[in-house]
């Protein structure tokens, strides 16, 4: 383990240090992970010169855990202990999943997520996708040389709440600080734009193993601004696999299959798949575990007619979301392929049809997201000083409340640009009413039960009134992670609750924390040294950011007697650090925070009147 | 937050008009979020990313508000102390009410007959109406006499033909499905 740096106080640890950052493609069929070397954008491959990571885990008789090649190579062999696709669970309960007679494992219902039980235990979803992002942790630990400062995660643009606080948890679990959670397309333009000098209204349409998203982006001067996205989160490669198995159980009249079986003909299908993207026509043959053969043909036509429903199936989100952004085909400058499913002969052609131009292809569709990550993560670990680089993403789906009769009240409409904050007052239905119950739901439709639901919490001791008389305000918030939290508040008592979006689909902090030790049980370090270090190094973050402001806005933002009191502070939590106190650690935290909070101010008002300067002057005219 | 004499327009350097150069709101959105958003404090102090969050979320709010014709002129009018309660007055002008229920009937029949072209050309046209809506507030909030309560009639005449406008996507998405 690399020893914490310490600078001397009042010095910044050092100022032009090339901080690690990485940008990760978490994908339902691979994993990449990319960094900026050199101003360059480039995936990091494994020791054997491989690029993708098969999303694959396997959880090994003596305790081992196998991830990706290896593991993959076992699938059909041990399918209940390998996990694929594993990204198609995330955040979704046991009803979400479609056609579960197809998956062979041994699905276990819980609160919120479904589980899987397994040779090693009963692991969430959460758990098996920290397996590939570990892998991925270590991979670039190994390329870069030492610990990394953070990294920007990739989830679909149509994830919502609970996949992508799901997707934060895992990151969490294997190690990693997570920078940001950015929306794939919007990942895939950044690569792209920057690339290509590219200006205008671009659409990006990627269709991965599992998820379809489609975005439309305007693009200028290094702004990216997201106009709409839509989308499908169960609708991907994978489908296209599964429509060629479900073939060739009817073709070869097949009765029910084991999980072994069921595994080597999804494996077959996906083979068959991806050669009939270059061929003609293609000779099925397998032999399953009863010795019984399978002899079929399949041609590319024949794949195309099987498959055409899935591809109409992209189109409804795509128009959609051209309807949102107001747009018609002519005001779309290009049309970006994302994801490996883009290969296909047909899915480009639907799209060139629809678009009347030829879809551009000219990056690697695989990986192209990865490097639009790593592009993000280098700016916001602060390796990029010019400021030319901004993503303006939107929020996928509406955010609301329930009301009487099991009705949506929408707060925060789809498409709106992050961070977002919106408030909408409520009134209590009965006299003397002391407490509301609060559900907060997500989706588009008018009815509660056909929308996600988020969480429920209740605003307790509203003092007694009439009906109708109290003023509760309900605030959500939305991140630029596109995390939503909540604050219901009485405004006549000042009565407040507050919650953060997680219990009723991410894992609770306590299931984490718990999950956390476990894994770091056999190491060396315990709970407790665990803890002080995470307090010493975001003890030591903080002073960094200070110190970085100090420089740059002390001398003209504060008065000599301001900057000694913040200075008195810093030194303070400086020689805690030094020593080996968690909790006294996180006290001086929080007041260096409070400390600042003025000169925050200042900074931040210094910063608006920046962004204007000179503007009088008419030089900003277009 | 910033302080409490700003407005929406203020925040992007713009006076307080109806009639907008929205490519200059555009340009000036821009250059606002280039300065406060939060990636731009993601190695920040937590009380910076805090305050970031918080103005990048006005500058969108007040964008929002701005980029939109009928938020902007309900927008406008509040500054000015008239509320266009489109919740509670609900009383139209004759003439109005009876193109709505032209309007709406037709869309019933077009969603009944899953006629999608019909709804596209309702489209056009209710899009039409609200352009003339929009020229009308620009008249009635331009100007050295500025007709406020005639304003706050045409905004509450653009809300309806938003719901409509509204009704009209979700019938062809329906029919799309």
């Not at chain 1, 670990?381 to 010019?386: E, Q, T």
């Not at chain 2, 307080?16 to 490519?23: L, N, Q």
Request: aromatic share 4%.
């Amino acid at each position: 383990m690399a020893l914490l740096q310490i600078a001397e106080p009042g010095m910044s640890a050092a100022p032009h240090q090339h901080r690690l950052a990485v940008g990760i493609d978490l994908g339902t069929t691979n994993s990449l992970v990319a960094t900026v070397r050199s101003g360059m954008s480039t995936v990091l491959h494994d020791e054997k010169g491989h690029a993708l990571l098969p999303s694959v885990v396997r959880y090994l008789t003596d305790g081992a855990i196998d991830v990706g090649y290896a593991a993959q190579a076992q699938q059909s062999r041990d399918p209940q202990n390998t996990i694929v696709s594993v990204k198609r669970f995330m955040g979704r309960g046991l009803n979400d999943l479609a056609d579960q007679a197809h998956i062979p494992y041994r699905f276990i219902d819980a609160p919120g997520m479904v589980q899987i039980e397994t040779r090693a235990g009963i692991k969430s979803p959460v758990e098996v996708s920290a397996e590939i992002l570990k892998a991925l942790r270590l991979r670039a630990e190994k390329a870069l040389g030492g610990e990394l400062t953070g990294a920007v995660i990739t989830v679909p643009a149509y994830f919502d709440d609970a996949q992508r606080q799901a997707t934060k948890d895992a990151a969490r679990l294997a190690g990693l600080t997570v920078l940001r959670l950015l929306n794939e397309p919007t990942a895939a333009a950044v690569a792209y734009g920057l690339d290509n000098g590219a200006e205008g209204v671009y659409i990006i349409y990627d269709l991965g193993g599992g998820t379809f998203d489609v975005s439309i982006l305007r693009l200028s001067k290094g702004v990216f601004e997201v106009l709409s996205t839509n989308g499908d989160s169960a609708l991907g490669g994978d489908d296209f696999d599964r429509r060629i198995f479900c073939w060739i159980l009817e073709q070869a009249k097949l009765p029910p299959l084991n999980a072994e079986d069921t595994r080597l003909l999804l494996t077959k299908a996906r083979e068959v798949k991806e050669w009939l993207t270059e061929h003609h026509e293609v000779q099925i043959t397998s032999v399953l575990s009863n010795g019984d053969v399978i002899n079929l043909h399949l041609t590319a036509e024949e794949f195309v007619d099987l498959t055409s429903h899935l591809v109409a199936k992209t189109l409804n989100p795509t128009r959609k979301a051209m309807r949102d952004a107001g747009l018609t085909v002519e005001d779309i400058k290009g049309v970006v392929m994302v994801g490996g499913a883009t290969r296909m002969p047909h899915i480009r052609q639907a799209v060139a049809e629809y678009f009347g131009q030829e879809p551009l292809t000219n990056l690697d569709p695989d990986k192209v997201v990865a490097l639009g990550a790593a592009i993000q993560a280098n700016v916001l670990a602060g390796n990029r000083s010019d400021d030319d680089l901004l993503l303006l993403d939107v929020i996928p789906l509406s955010l609301g409340l329930e009301t009487m009769g099991g009705l949506v009240e929408k707060v925060i409409p789809r498409n709106s640009t992050l961070p977002v904050a919106r408030a909408q007052d409520f009134t209590t239905f009965k006299d003397g009413q002391t407490a509301m119950s609060i559900h907060v739901v997500q989706g588009e439709r008018e009815l509660v039960s056909d929308c996600r639901s988020l969480a429920r919490f209740e605003l307790r001791g509203i003092p007694p009134m009439a009906a109708g008389a109290a003023r509760i305000r309900v605030t959500f918030q939305v991140d630029a992670d596109g995390l939503l939290s909540v604050t219901a508040r009485e405004q006549t008592s000042g009565v407040e609750s507050h919650i953060v979006v997680k219990p009723s689909y991410g894992l609770s902090e306590d299931t984490i924390t718990g999950m956390l030790q476990s894994s770091f049980a056999s190491a060396e370090s315990d709970k407790q040294t665990r803890a002080l270090r995470e307090a010493q190094v975001d003890a030591q973050r903080l002073l960094e950011a200070i110190n970085a402001a100090l420089q740059q806005d002390g001398d003209a933002l504060l008065s000599p007697d301001e900057r000694a009191a913040i200075e008195q502070d810093m030194q303070a939590l400086q020689t805690l650090i030094a020593q080996d106190d968690s909790h006294a650690i996180t006290r001086a935290v929080d007041a260096l925070n409070h400390a600042t909070e003025t000169f925050a101010a200042r900074r931040m008002d210094a910063s608006v009147k920046q962004a204007f300067a000179g503007q009088n002057l008419n030089s900003l005219e277009i | 937050m910033q302080d409490s004499s700003s407005n929406h327009f203020s925040l992007f350097g713009l006076p307080a008009t109806f009639a907008i150069d929205t490519a200059l709101l555009d340009q000036r959105y821009r250059q606002l979020q280039s300065e406060v958003h939060p990636d731009k404090f993601a190695a920040a102090s937590s009380t910076e990313k805090l305050r970031s969050m918080q103005w990048a979320t006005s500058a969108n709010e007040a964008y929002r508000t701005l980029k939109n014709p009928a938020a902007r002129a309900r927008y406008l009018l509040e500054l000015q102390g008239v509320h266009t309660d489109e919740e509670s007055n609900t009383a139209m002008p004759a003439d109005f009410l009876m193109q709505q229920m032209e309007w709406r009937e037709a869309i019933e029949e077009a969603r009944d007959a899953k006629d999608l072209t019909a709804l596209d050309k309702l489209l056009n046209e209710i899009q039409g109406a609200a352009k003339e809506l929009q020229q009308a507030l620009e008249q009635q909030l331009g100007g050295t006499s500025p007709e406020l309560s005639a304003a706050a009639g045409s905004v509450r005449k653009l809300s309806f033909i938003d719901k409509l406008r509204e009704d009209i996507l979700q019938s062809m998405e329906k029919l799309e499905a």
